[in-house]
């Protein structure tokens, strides 16, 4: 029962999280002016199989769960991390796709809401 409950609570955050945001991009000191880019090594649509197979993967109950709750379209990243300007590489999202995300709340295993972002 109380599963059920935190199930639907954390479906019903999720889904209130998930709006659109404006995309960002063209700014070379985005990485500064733009808090809470991440880079995910896979991104795509909440209904895309190859993001519901990865999240199978990483967490089969609660993730999964997360994830069939939201509309189709919505756009998830999968294994994300923080984007910083430590270092101040030259490639910071190597081998992911630079986003950001309205929810962040899973430890970068699954962010929602998110937007492609060219830095």
């Avoid at 990483?58 to 509309?71: E, F, K, R, V």
């Avoid at 756009?75 to 309205?102: A, E, R």
Wanted: proline share 5%.
């Amino acid at each position: 029962m109380l599963f059920s409950k935190f199930f639907v609570a954390s479906a019903v955050a999720s889904f209130a999280a998930a709006t659109a945001l404006e995309k960002r991009g063209g700014d070379e000191h985005c990485i500064e002016q733009c808090p809470g880019l991440q880079c995910c090594q896979q991104t795509g649509l909440a209904s895309s199989s190859s993001i519901i197979s990865a999240v199978t993967l990483l967490d089969p109950i609660t993730l999964l769960g997360i994830l069939l709750a939201l509309p189709a379209t919505v756009l998830v990243g999968v294994n994300c991390s923080p984007i910083t300007v430590i270092g101040g590489s030259n490639g910071p999202c190597d081998g992911g796709t630079t986003v950001i995300c309205n929810d962040n709340s899973h430890g970068g295993l699954l962010n929602i809401g998110c937007v492609p972002v060219t830095i």
